[in-house]
C-alpha cells in the first residue's frame, strides 16, 4: 500500500472516529470508542503498526501522519467526554431537583397545657406580692408529709388523705400536699420567708369528674415580725381577684389544718354568678377555693424557728379546681386525658 493509500485511509478513519464520538450519547459508550479507535489494539495502533511495510524514508512521515491523528482524536474525545459530563450531570440535576416552595410536611407547634399556664398566672401573681418559687421532692418521708407538719401517726387527720405509701421504705410515701415544702423550706432558711410551691401531689382516690390519683396544688407560706390574719385575707383576696381578674368578695369560713391555728376555708363570692345564687355554687353564692392559716407555733418550734419572735400564715390551693373555675371546665378527667379536641381550646 502506498503512502498516499494509507493517508486517505487515515483521514477517512478520522472523520469516521469524530463522528463516532459525537453519536453516543453517553460516557460508557465513549470509552468503548476509545478502546476502538484508540486503545492498545485499536485501529490507529494497526496502521501504526503498517508503517514496517513502508519504505524507510516513507515512515517519519506517517509517524508524523499518525501523531497528528492521535492528537486530534484525543482532543475531540476529550471535548466529548465533557460534553457528555455536563449533559449528565444536567439531567441528574434536573432529576433530583426540589420543590423548594412546596409547602414542607411538618409536626404541628403544640403550646403549654392549661394546667402549666394557670400556674405560671399563679406564679406571677405571688411573685409580684414578693413570693419567690420553692421546690421539694414528690417522693417524700411521712416525717415531712405528717409529722413535721403537727400530724403525728395515729392522726385522724392522715385518714383525709388516703397515702399511696412505697415500698422504698417503710415512711416513704408520695406526697400527698404540698405542705411538705412549708417544712424543707423553713429547715433551709432563715425568715422572713415568702414562698409558694407549685406542684403535683397524689392520693389514691377513686376517679370521678371531681377527683384524680394525681393533682397539683400551690402551697404558700410567709414568716415574719406580727403577722396578722388581716394579712392573710387580704393577700388571698388580692391573689383571687388577680386570676380571675374579677371585683369578687371574699369570706374565711372556720376549719381544722393540724398545722396551722387558727385555719380557714377561703370562700369567694360565686364567679358564675357572683353571689345571686346558680347551679354551679349550688344555689349559694359563694365557692370554696382553698385551705388556709395561720401557722402553728409546734410547726414553728419543730424547725427551730421561736414562735415568741416570729408569725406567719400558710395557705394551699387545688390548682386543677381553680382551673376548672377559671376555664368552666366540669370534670377533671380532661386535664389528663390528652384529648387534642381539649387542649386545643387553651
Ligand atoms: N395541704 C392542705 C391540703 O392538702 C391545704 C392547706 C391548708 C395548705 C391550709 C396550707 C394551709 O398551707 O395552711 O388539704
Not at 388580692?238 to 391555728?261: G, S, Y
Request: aromatic share 10%; hydrophobic share 35%; net charge negative.
Amino acid at each position: 500500500m502506498s503512502l498516499l493509500e494509507i493517508e486517505n485511509q487515515l483521514k477517512a478513519f478520522e472523520s469516521e472516529a469524530i463522528e463516532a464520538f459525537q453519536s453516543v450519547s453517553d460516557l460508557k459508550e465513549l470509552e468503548n470508542l476509545r478502546q476502538k479507535y484508540l486503545g492498545k489494539k485499536g485501529t490507529l495502533k494497526t496502521f501504526q503498526k503498517g508503517m514496517g511495510q513502508l519504505d524507510q524514508s516513507e515512515r517519519p512521515k506517517l509517524g508524523q501522519l499518525t501523531n497528528g491523528v492521535q492528537e486530534r482524536l484525543e482532543n475531540a474525545l476529550t471535548r466529548r467526554k465533557d460534553d457528555l459530563f455536563e449533559e449528565e450531570l444536567l439531567a441528574r440535576l434536573e432529576g433530583e431537583k426540589i420543590d423548594v416552595t412546596l409547602p414542607g410536611s411538618c409536626t404541628g407547634i403544640g403550646h403549654i397545657h392549661p394546667l402549666s399556664q394557670i400556674t405560671e398566672e399563679i406564679i406571677q401573681i405571688f411573685y409580684s406580692m414578693g413570693f419567690t418559687v420553692a421546690d421539694g421532692p414528690e417522693i417524700e418521708t411521712d416525717y415531712y408529709n405528717f409529722d413535721a407538719l403537727n400530724t403525728p401517726d395515729n392522726h385522724p387527720a392522715r385518714d383525709e388523705q388516703d397515702t399511696f405509701y412505697t415500698n422504698v421504705g417503710p415512711k416513704v410515701l408520695l406526697r400527698s400536699q404540698t405542705s411538705t415544702v412549708q417544712i424543707r423550706v423553713m429547715e433551709d432558711k432563715k425568715p422572713p420567708l415568702r414562698i409558694i410551691s407549685p406542684g403535683r401531689v397524689y392520693r389514691n382516690e377513686e376517679i370521678n369528674a371531681r377527683k384524680y390519683p394525681l393533682f397539683h396544688q400551690v402551697e404558700g407560706l410567709l414568716i415574719d415580725k406580727d403577722v396578722s390574719f388581716g394579712q392573710l385575707k387580704g393577700t388571698l383576696t388580692a391573689f383571687i381577684q388577680a386570676l380571675f381578674q374579677k371585683p369578687v368578695k371574699t369570706r374565711f369560713r372556720p376549719d381544722f389544718f393540724p398545722f396551722t391555728e387558727p385555719s380557714a376555708e377561703l370562700d369567694s363570692q360565686c364567679l358564675f354568678c357572683m353571689g345571686a345564687g346558680c347551679r354551679t355554687c349550688g344555689n349559694r353564692g359563694w365557692l370554696e377555693l382553698l385551705g388556709c392559716g395561720m401557722v402553728d407555733p409546734n410547726v414553728l418550734q419543730g424547725v427551730g424557728i421561736d414562735p415568741e419572735e416570729w408569725s406567719g400564715f400558710a395557705f394551699g390551693m387545688g390548682v386543677e379546681r381553680l382551673a376548672m373555675l377559671k376555664y368552666g371546665i366540669n370534670d377533671i378527667r380532661y386535664f389528663f386525658n390528652n384529648d387534642m379536641r381539649f387542649l386545643k381550646q387553651f
